[in-house]
């Protein structure tokens, strides 16, 4: 079956330009989780819906994040005006359970690179 | 602060023998632990998970251990394979209800054939 997809898989962006991530979880997952990673360390979360609802959005590091779910399948993660420090591995996960979602299913992830 | 420690950056093992991988944590508030398993330009695959009121969980080549009392936990894959050979990551999910996991640094495997 299909999995958590992703896209695009890599984006270039220069210092300052806005970018936008999809994710496509799993069909009928009604978790969904976003989460950083930068080199050399593990995932870090940074907003969580159930359904369309965000119920956390608490690990968002700037007010230029931004994410949504409008009808609780597909997901976006917006980052304004990005900076350098942006750069890394966008990861979303899905899970089928509600809470705990302690089996969340990971995409291939979005790198992105700020220039 | 890291809440989720692998102290070992990276292990090597020989095809066949026991693979040992560590986890410490610092808050007594996780109700659940996981494995996952991440290749090169992929995402995190879940491999196994424990609840904090267990000990031990074993699914086949996989088990791992929890010692609440040392907030330790450790990954044991019997017989290793070089398929094995990737980064593992030691996550737990706090039992404060915001379902966010929280992840340790990774150690790198590498099973030699």
């Known amino acids: 079956g299909a999995g958590v997809s992703q896209s695009p898989r890599y984006k270039v962006a220069k210092r300052g330009q806005d970018v936008a991530l999809r994710c496509d979880p799993i069909s009928g997952h009604v978790s969904l989780f976003w989460y950083q990673q930068a080199l050399g360390q593990g995932p870090e979360f940074l907003t969580y819906?159930?359904?369309?609802?965000?119920?956390?959005k608490s690990g968002l590091p700037s007010d230029r994040f931004f994410a949504e779910r409008p009808e609780g399948s597909v997901s976006t993660l917006k980052i304004q005006r990005t900076q350098q420090e942006d750069s890394a591995v966008y990861l979303c996960?899905?899970?089928?359970?509600?809470?705990?979602?302690?089996?969340?299913?990971f995409g291939p992830g979005t790198r992105l690179t700020v220039t | 602060d890291q809440q989720v420690k692998q102290n070992s950056p990276s292990l090597s093992v020989q095809e066949g023998r026991i693979s040992i991988l560590n986890c410490d944590y610092t808050?007594?508030?996780?109700?659940?632990f996981l494995w996952y398993k991440k290749y090169p330009a992929e995402g995190p695959t879940f491999l196994i998970s424990i609840s904090s009121i267990k000990d031990k969980n074993e699914d086949g080549r996989f088990t791992v251990f929890l010692n609440k009392s040392a907030k330790h936990l450790s990954l044991h894959i019997v017989p290793s394979q070089p398929g094995d050979s990737a980064v593992y990551f030691c996550?737990?999910?706090?039992?404060?209800?915001?379902?966010?996991?929280?992840f340790g640094t990774g150690t790198l495997l590498a099973v030699q054939p």
């Open positions: 808050n007594s508030m996780f109700d659940y």
């Open positions: 996960a899905s899970s089928l359970q509600t809470f705990p979602s302690y089996e969340q299913y």
């Open positions: 996550a737990a999910l706090p039992s404060d209800a915001t379902n966010k996991l929280i």
């Open positions: 819906f159930q359904n369309e609802a965000q119920l956390d």
